[in-house]
């Protein structure tokens, strides 16, 4: 079983940065995505960013992209999002999530119906 735990979320002013970090474990051979999606208050959960696991290839949402990185470590056992000039509209939860090669579900990586692992969630509130 995968194991996901994030971490790093807090507390910043408007234009700050933050990193947060998914520390996976367990049955991590068979990765293939990795994704951050974040809900904010009153909201559904939204896709924020994606990690292809092999071909390294990264995607972003709109309202994040030119200011959020996705990436990895050289363990190949955790990813952060980096978040750079926040926002106060990017106050929310944020979640660590993680595809498994033998899925069944619709591939749509943006879609959070599409992965079958998640972590508890991180608070990242953004003040103005």
């Known amino acids: 079983q995968v194991r996901l735990v994030e971490s790093g979320g807090g507390l910043v002013q408007a234009g700050d940065s933050l990193r947060l970090s998914c520390a996976s474990s367990?049955?991590?051979?068979?990765?293939?995505?990795m994704a951050w999606f974040r809900q904010r208050p009153g909201k559904e959960r939204d896709f924020v960013a994606s990690f292809i696991w092999t071909s390294r290839m990264t995607y972003y949402s709109d309202s994040v992209k030119g200011r959020f990185t996705i990436s990895r470590n050289n363990a190949f056992d955790t990813v952060y999002l980096q978040m750079n000039d926040q926002k106060p509209e990017d106050t929310a939860v944020y979640y660590c999530?993680?595809?498994?090669?033998?899925?069944?579900?619709?591939?749509?990586?943006?879609?959070?119906?599409?992965?079958?692992?998640w972590g508890q969630g991180t608070q990242v509130t953004v003040s103005a």
């Open positions: 367990g049955r991590t051979f068979s990765r293939v995505v």
């Open positions: 999530a993680e595809r498994d090669r033998n899925s069944r579900k619709p591939e749509i990586h943006s879609d959070d119906f599409s992965y079958d692992y």
